[in-house]
């Protein structure tokens, strides 16, 4: 079973909107490791708190916390992925494998969609990640998965190409859909839901 309420290893604040809600706060206040990408250790910095690592090119910070923090600064050139992704990289050659992602939502739209479907190419590196929003969590997932939820909370199951799709405990049926918005919006009807299929796809479940 896949449980929404974990404890990860190591937490990284994008450069979308600060969150607002107290789980992303909390995963934060309560992060042994935090990595910020680039920009967004500007407002992390400002609110009292100290990153262990900056990763980006920093041109987005701000050039005092640029000169205090140039010893934790990671300047990665790659053009070939984002600062999200560099920041999952980096954890992974570190040994972390439970990473939550914070604040990477709001803002620039492009930057939200590209952020949320990276998801699946980090769960392909035997990565347990998600990314916590102020209004839910996205999970990536693969084949026949169990989570936990409650009567009533809100469902969305993006597909990533999956095929056979079904759904148990959940309002609606589940199929084969085709464009992301077809499988949104659904309900879970007991303290947990089963989806079997073989493929990857994205589960959204509201807070």
């Known amino acids: 079973m896949i449980n929404e309420h974990y404890i990860p290893e190591a937490v990284i604040l994008a450069n979308g909107e600060y969150p607002t809600h107290p789980l992303p706060l909390r995963m934060l206040e309560e992060a042994k490791f935090v990595v910020c ?3 967004a250790a500007n407002e992390y910095i400002s609110r009292g ?15 005092e916390y640029k000169e205090l ?6 300047r990665i050139a790659d053009q070939e992925t984002n600062d999200q992704t560099k920041a999952v990289l980096f954890l992974q050659k ?7 992602i914070v604040g990477a939502t ?7 969609l590209g952020n949320i479907s990276l998801l699946i190419d980090y769960m392909k590196e035997n990565l347990e990640i998600r990314t916590i929003t102020d209004y839910g969590v996205f999970m990536p997932a693969s084949g026949t998965q169990t989570f936990e939820s409650h009567p ?9 190409g999956a095929k056979g799709l079904k759904g148990e405990e959940l309002v609606y049926p589940l199929s084969d859909f085709s464009n992301w918005w077809q499988g949104t919006l659904n309900e879970a009807t007991a303290n947990q839901f089963t989806i ?3 493929g990857e796809y994205l589960v959204y479940l509201a807070h």
């Not at 009533?152 to 990533?160: A, D």
């Open 152 to 160: 009533g909370q809100q469902v969305s199951i993006i597909n990533f």
């Open 106 to 112: 709001g803002k620039r739209e492009d930057h939200t």
């Open 94 to 100: 570190k040994g972390y494998r439970k990473i939550a």
């Open 69 to 74: 923090f140039a010893p934790i600064i990671h």
């Open 37 to 39: 990408c680039d920009g």
């Open 196 to 198: 079997h299929c073989i």
């Open 49 to 63: 708190h100290t990153p262990d690592v900056i990763i980006g090119d920093g041109d987005s910070l701000s050039p």
